[in-house]
């Protein structure tokens, strides 16, 4: 197998699948070629595909995998830590400024409407400091309706870091309005 190099980080959140399992207190791993410009852009295409890079990174998967099962065999066991604090995040230069550190539900976004569910917030972001909680579901944000993921990401694109705003949650069935302040994403302005 060819040597890889990694870079190690993150805070286990993240939009994709692994996000509920480490939100639920399981202990998740995420390997990634990396970003680029057409990341996740209708522009992106099958052409850019690292296909080298997912080889290479399916080997270490299939690596890790067969590792860690040895170790469960032999009585070992997996731990879990949450981080202390907000973690490092940084950009890949095409994100907005604005960030609240919500977790989304993602497996409860397939075509859902009626608001985002969240499975949480990320430690020291403005919504853990304004109160929102697993379960939560955000159905409004800056005075706007929140409906959908999308609704989500379009009322955060207007806000600037620094703003207050309010985050309108469903809690229990009960309608709670959280006062919060929009963080800046690390790694913008630089």
């Avoid at 066991?77 to 539900?105: C, M, V």
């Avoid at 909680?133 to 694109?157: A, C, I, Q, Y």
């Avoid at 949650?169 to 009960?174: A, N, T, V």
């Amino acid at each position: 197998m060819q040597g890889l190099d990694c870079k190690l980080g993150g805070d286990g959140y993240g939009p994709s699948d692994m996000t509920p399992f480490y939100a639920a207190g399981v202990p998740v791993i995420f390997f990634f070629t990396g970003p680029h410009a057409d990341y996740h852009r209708p522009s992106d295409t099958a052409d850019k595909i690292n296909a080298m890079g997912v080889v290479q990174v399916a080997g270490t998967a299939a690596a890790v995998v067969e590792a860690l099962a040895g170790r469960l065999k032999d009585g070992g066991a997996l731990s879990f830590q949450k981080p202390k604090g907000p973690a490092p995040r940084a950009g890949d230069g095409r994100g907005y400024g604005a960030y609240l550190g919500t977790i989304p539900d993602f497996t409860a976004m397939q075509g859902q409407k009626g608001g985002v569910k969240l499975t949480g917030a990320r430690p020291g972001s403005p919504a853990e400091k304004a109160g929102v909680l697993s379960g939560d579901v955000l159905v409004g944000l800056g005075g706007k309706g929140v409906d959908t993921l999308e609704d989500m990401s379009f009322v955060l694109r207007t806000l600037k870091p620094g703003q207050a705003t309010e985050l309108v949650i469903l809690r229990d069935g009960k309608k709670l309005t959280l006062p919060a302040t929009v963080g800046q994403r690390s790694g913008e302005g630089k």
